[in-house]
């Protein structure tokens, strides 16, 4: 790598390269924002021969996504095989310095246009006082010029001011002219490098993420491949689905893993653009059968549900592989591996390294071999009961509600099918979320919040009328009213994992029996996806060693 180089350009160089379309605005830099008043105590700065500070400039053959020229002026594309600046520090004032003094129109982002033509160089001023100013409604005719028409105005135009101020006008040009840019070239560095170079200068602003970078590093507009758009577009046909709340880090992890069986940010970041473009369509077919199949085959309605969005990574690896529907070998291997992931807090740390070890497994799964685990699952009801704290965020907790949701949990009004929604599901508190047992009824029975507040006295449902009529009313009263309405009560309940109302103690109000059932109802349910391995029957015996121990020490 060479070292960054200090350099310099005058004035004509600079703007000859920004107008050959040699000077880039990158992407990831922010919009142009500084005001004409800013812009022109710059000019004011230039004019007097201060310092204004250095340029940045990433020299390089590669073509980023550039979303904007300097001052959103259409300025021509380079030549391929040609070198490229794009900068990285010094966006706001190369954009003050082009736009001052060609006097080109600037549309900002807010649909506002400033015009710096209206830039203007006062003759009457001494060298102390502001020279370049924005309004000359107060100034007397023939004691001002317009910084556009100084630089590139005739001789003509500039002879008919009088005579007292021609030296001084000679004199401005010349040192705009003259004026010698300081600039730092960065030459020869990967993508990864520049932008951490762009990060640690921009100290005070927001990191980078990967998929910025990416954005910018694989554009090609001869291909036509945008990585923004092309997320975009495949978010607008996720929301129909309720998918649309995956990330984008999600899709490089993908792309990343088909290419390398890698996804560390280091590995994301050097992947070849033309590999990268060429694997997209396809991986993006992968990741949406992933999708249909976690709707279809797991009936998991909407991604707020998924105990990991990055769940859909290693399903899509497995569907890039083997696009049509899995065989009979591989449908009970997958859901193994879904539910082992999902209530063992697979992918809550690490998650690249682990995402790394875990397309392995699916591709023996692939090869219709069972994979190897290194982490137990416990289903058994007492675990259930223990370890069932109800919050939304936890993995286990969705899992669980994905067991729900499988089972296309039904009204209790009218047994109609609950409509799930991702807004619905962001806070604990969703419409979607309904204690059976009120919280308010058990905690005036003195009931403790960790046994009221667990995921197996939890059901889905849609009807916030629902809520208005339980209230804390115990549910042998207001089961009582829905068993009325609903005639099909019993199909009802059971799309809830409630059995039998009064084996479930529902008509007595016996909370416990009913979580005692219910987690039998949920672990039968789950041995059902599960394959049972001896690496969980070994950690089973071990915390029943450990309870036993507890059990003595305390008598």
Known sequence: MILPSPTHSNYTNLLTDIERGQVKIPQFQRDFVWTMQKSAALLDSILKGYPVGTF?????????????DLGNTPLPEPKDGETVSFVLDGQQRLTSLYASLRGIKVERNSGKTDDFADMFITLDTGEDDQIVVTEVGDLVEGTWIRLRDLIHGSFQQLAAYPACYHERLSEYRRRIESYDFSIILVKDVPIDVATEIFTRINVGGKPLSVFEIMVAKTYDESREFDLAEKFEELVARLEPLDYE?????????????????????????????????????????????????????????????????????????????????????????LEDFFWRCSLGGRYSSAVESKLAQDVRRIDRILDNKSPDYDWAVDISPDFLLDNGWFNAGRSSIKAILCLYAFHQPKSFSDNSIVSIRNYWLKQANSKNYHHFFPRAYLGKKNVEEWRINNILNITIVDDYLNKREIRAKPPATYMKTFKKSNKVLATTMASHLIGDLDGFGVWENDYDTFLAERARLVSEELSKRIISRQIDTDGQAARDDDYEEEAVSFE
Do not use: M
């Open 56 to 68: 940045i400039f990433w020299s390089t053959k590669d073509r980023l996504r550039s979303v904007r």
């Open 245 to 333: 709340t995956v990330s984008d880090a999600t899709l490089l992890q993908l792309v990343s893993l088909i290419l390398t069986k890698d996804c560390k940010k280091q590995t994301i970041l050097k992947l070849g653009k033309v590999a990268f473009i060429d694997t997209w369509p396809r991986a993006v077919d992968a990741f949406e059968r992933a999708v249909e199949f976690f709707r279809n085959s797991y009936r998991i309605p909407v991604s707020q549900l998924l105990p990991y969005n990055t769940l859909l990574v290693p399903f899509a690896y497995f569907f890039y592989h083997h696009p049509d529907k899995p065989s009979a070998d591989q449908r009970p291997l």
